[in-house]
């Protein structure tokens, strides 16, 4: 029996949640199929119900990570990004293209679910890209903040303006206990 993979922090912009998924010390998280698996069963209420990832899609999904790692740090810093990084995220939007769908339903009304067509690499790269065209436009882009913690590069975007920390009882509960025992060392 195979464990999943913790994920160190989740539910901060899904751009910043892919980005998350390389923590120092960890490796790559999602690697393989089982890891991304893992991974887009901890993001289902935002990406769906998961389906199981193959090579094709951790390919695609590294991809679009790799791209969106080189758009961010350049947006964060006020800076164009770079041209081989905003096209290979605007090829991926662009590889399955999403329309809407009426639907009737007496339990539900009128609805228009979005639908996107592609295999599922195509589709599940697509989201992934649109996540990080939503994160890099949104002004609050150069709010994006890197852990303080010691070796911690994991990102996170703060509701409030003094967080310092990824998770504060972990990287944060590490930063006191390091300056209390600064403090009384003999």
């Known amino acids: 029996m195979t464990s999943t993979p913790p994920f160190p922090l989740t539910g901060e912009p899904l751009a910043l949640d892919l980005l998350n998924t390389r923590p120092t010390g960890a490796g790559d998280l999602i690697a393989g199929p089982e890891g991304l698996s893992a991974w ?11 389906a199981k990832a193959g090579p094709a899609e951790v390919a695609a999904v590294h991809a679009v990570r790799e791209a969106a790692g080189a758009a961010l740090a350049a947006a964060r810093r006020g800076e164009r990004p770079p041209a081989d990084a905003l096209r290979t995220l605007n090829e991926a939007s662009a590889a399955a ?8 339903t007496p339990e539900t009304g009128l609805t228009a679910p979005a639908h996107r067509t592609g295999t ?11 996540a990080t065209a939503e994160l890099l436009t949104d002004p609050r882009v150069r709010d994006v903040r ?13 509701a409030h303006p ?17 300056r209390y025992y600064a403090r009384h060392k003999p």
Not at 41 to 49: F, N, V
Not at 120 to 130: H, K, Q, S
Not at 162 to 178: D, H, I, L, Q
């Open 162 to 178: 003094r967080r310092r920390w990824c998770v504060a009882s972990t990287c944060g509960n590490r930063a006191r206990v390091a």
């Open 40 to 50: 887009l069963a901890a993001q289902e209420d935002r990406l769906g119900p998961a």
């Open 146 to 158: 890197e852990c303080e913690g010691a070796d911690c590069v994991l990102l996170f975007l703060p």
């Open 120 to 130: 599922p690499a195509r589709r599940l790269a697509a989201r992934l890209a649109d």
């Open 97 to 104: 293209p999403a329309h809407r769908e009426l639907t009737w």
